[in-house]
Nanobody, 121 residues
Framework: HVQLVESGGGSALAGGSVRLSCAAS??????YGWFRQAPGQEREGVAA????????YYLNSVEGRFTISRHNAKNALYLQMNSLKPEDTAMYYC?????????????????WGQGTQVTVS
């Protein structure tokens, strides 16, 4: 079976850092991504990475602050979040999809984790 489990969420002060992890099992997909959803807002794509060539996508508002990476042997996904801002507060989800260059297109991801809360104040 396919399973994605996020961890690492918590509280941080503005300007601080949080590192999220996603443990994947069951299959290796072509694209993995991080999404977030704040109260009253739609779920938005934060970052994505293709497993084939390592190409990445970032939401404009997190470009230069967040870094997505993978450890292929562990089938693990990470999101390093630096210079955090209060507007980064959201539930963060990892996701996987069979396509390439899925970016922040929510509909192209098939499997989703349960989410981990990040609160920045």
């Amino acid at each position: 079976h396919v399973q994605l489990v996020e961890s690492g969420g918590g509280s941080a002060l503005a300007g601080g850092s949080v590192r999220l992890s996603c443990a994947a099992s069951g299959y290796t997909f072509n694209t993995y991504g991080w999404f977030r959803q704040a109260p009253g807002q739609e779920r938005e794509g934060v970052a994505a990475i293709d497993t084939g060539d390592g190409s990445t996508y970032y939401l404009n508002s997190v470009e230069g602050r967040f870094t997505i990476s993978r450890h292929n042997a562990k089938n693990a996904l990470y999101l390093q979040m630096n210079s955090l801002k209060p507007e980064d507060t959201a539930m963060y989800y990892c996701a996987a999809g069979p396509g390439y260059n899925c970016g922040g297109s929510r509909g192209r991801y098939i499997y989703w984790g349960q989410g981990t809360q990040v609160t920045v104040s």
